[in-house]
């Protein structure tokens, strides 16, 4: 295996990756795979037309690849992503005529809610997901598993993030931050037109120069029983206000 590869895991993953172009070396799925699996069968049609080498595996073989990680029976060698950046996402979106929504995260640790939350951006409509050059989740297979494919298609693009919010703030793109110390419930706060959802970690929350640099910020109201929400779930419930309000304002 050459060392530029990049594995891949997990049903849904490994299938959008051939969906969406990726270019993929081989896929290995368990010796026990059954071709009655829906995704199972779109696999390997996928495969075939992309000419796609297929293989079946012991599955000490696919625990081997995936080092122990839940590959539910599938695991690609595939290409590294293409490196995307910020400033080529919202010149995309401006040759489409769309208003730009953009995900920043500080401090998101855990893949896991990486992953939930890329899902969740593209089920929402969000063109890109930022994250800091220094200690965050980064888009590892466990993340593409998790987003369910997802990371294809929304990119995870490593930046400075105050240096992204600047860059943001100078081509129109309003930030809008959560953080439970704010006064405004998210859902009183205008999410329409070219707008930055500025989610902070599981932990700190949103503070410092980052947060300074939202020209709102916005809180979700809870009971006194829970002080806080996990951060995809949070970022889901403000992407999904904007993805709302847009939809009444285009009606």
């Given at each position: 295996m050459k060392l530029s590869s990049e594995i891949l895991y997990g049903r849904n993953a490994v299938l959008e990756a051939v969906r969406a172009g990726r270019p993929v070396?081989?896929?290995v799925l368990d010796e026990g795979a059954s071709s009655s699996d829906p995704r199972i069968a779109e696999l390997h049609r996928l495969c075939r037309e992309s000419r796609i080498p297929v293989e079946h595996a012991p599955r000490r073989e696919l625990d081997r690849l995936a080092r122990g990680s839940q590959h539910q029976g599938v695991v690609a060698v595939a290409?590294?992503?293409p490196a995307q950046t910020l400033?080529?996402?919202?010149k995309s979106c401006g040759r489409e005529g769309r208003e730009p929504c953009i995900v920043l995260l500080r401090g998101v640790v855990h893949a896991q809610n990486l992953g939930a939350i890329v899902r969740t951006a593209a089920a929402a409509g969000?063109?890109?997901v930022v994250i800091p050059t220094g200690q965050s989740a980064t888009v590892t297979p466990e993340a593409a598993r998790v987003s369910q494919g997802a990371t294809e298609h929304v990119p995870v693009i490593r930046q400075s993030l105050t240096q992204a919010a600047a860059a943001l703030r100078r081509e129109g793109v309003r930030l809008v931050g959560a953080d439970a110390s704010a006064d405004k419930p998210y859902w009183?706060?205008?999410l329409t037109g070219p707008v930055a959802i500025v989610m902070g970690g599981e932990h700190a929350g949103l503070k410092g120069p980052l947060a300074d640099q939202c020209e709102e910020m916005v809180r979700i109201p809870m009971s006194a029983r829970v002080?806080?929400?996990n951060v995809s779930v949070?970022?889901?419930l403000v992407l999904y206000e904007r993805l709302r309000q847009t939809s009444q304002?285009?009606?």
């Open positions: 070396r081989r896929v290409e590294p992503r400033s080529g996402i919202l969000a063109d890109a009183d706060c205008d002080e806080s929400l949070a970022c889901a304002r285009s009606a």
